[in-house]
């Protein structure tokens, strides 16, 4: 089994514990501090360039109500197959609050998500993003699914080359 295989099925299983919760819009507030910081964690820590259709493209001019939809449209292809940014406003929806800061701690994902950086961010702040992405608004729907390596995906994509020997 290769490693992003693997990683691929740990990913599987902590979305699949996460979705047994539910948790209604309404049980999060949130207050203006938090928003403001889960905001500016999502800003900083570059959520959108991947997770926001159309984002990087366009230096960041996509209106705050279309944010972190995920992007179905621009695979990401490399050794591991074709990943693809999901919607992580509509993740968060079917997860509590304590469920995501577990799952965000524990995260692995195929590239090129730095599912690495997100595991060091502080309860606090993990926290606070939750809150500002639960009252973001509609939450969307599902995007496609990944490829595995021996599918082609359809245009576009972008293609990254396979780690240096020894670094995989
Ligand atoms: C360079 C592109 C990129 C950036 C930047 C990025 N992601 Fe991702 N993310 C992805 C891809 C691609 C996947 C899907 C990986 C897979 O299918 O194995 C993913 C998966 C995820 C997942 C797991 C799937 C889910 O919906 O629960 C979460 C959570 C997530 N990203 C949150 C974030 C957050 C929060 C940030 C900002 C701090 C971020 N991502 C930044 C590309 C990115």
């Not at 693997?6 to 948790?23: D, E, I, K, Y």
């Not at 360039?49 to 490399?78: I, M, Q, Y």
């Not at 701690?105 to 702040?125: V, Y």
Request: glycine share 8%.
């Amino acid at each position: 089994m290769s490693q992003y295989t693997a990683l691929h099925g740990v990913l599987a299983v902590l979305l699949c514990a996460a979705m047994s919760t539910t948790a209604a819009a309404a049980d999060v507030k949130a207050s203006k501090e938090q928003i403001a910081r889960g905001k500016y964690l999502l800003i900083v820590g570059s959520c959108n360039d991947c997770h926001t259709a159309g984002f990087a493209p366009s230096n960041g001019k996509v209106p705050e109500s279309e944010w972190l939809l995920g992007d179905g449209k621009v695979g990401f292809r490399g050794p591991w197959g074709t990943t693809y940014a999901p919607n992580v406003r509509l993740s968060l929806s079917r997860m509590k609050e304590d469920d995501w800061v577990r799952y965000a701690r524990n995260l692995q994902t195929r590239p090129p998500m730095p599912w690495f950086n997100l595991n060091r961010w502080t309860e606090a702040d993990l926290r606070a993003f939750y809150r500002y992405v639960r009252q973001m608004g509609p939450v969307g729907a599902p995007i496609r699914p990944g490829l595995p390596p021996d599918e082609a995906p359809a245009p576009p994509y972008i293609e990254w080359p396979a780690p240096p020997a020894g670094k995989k």
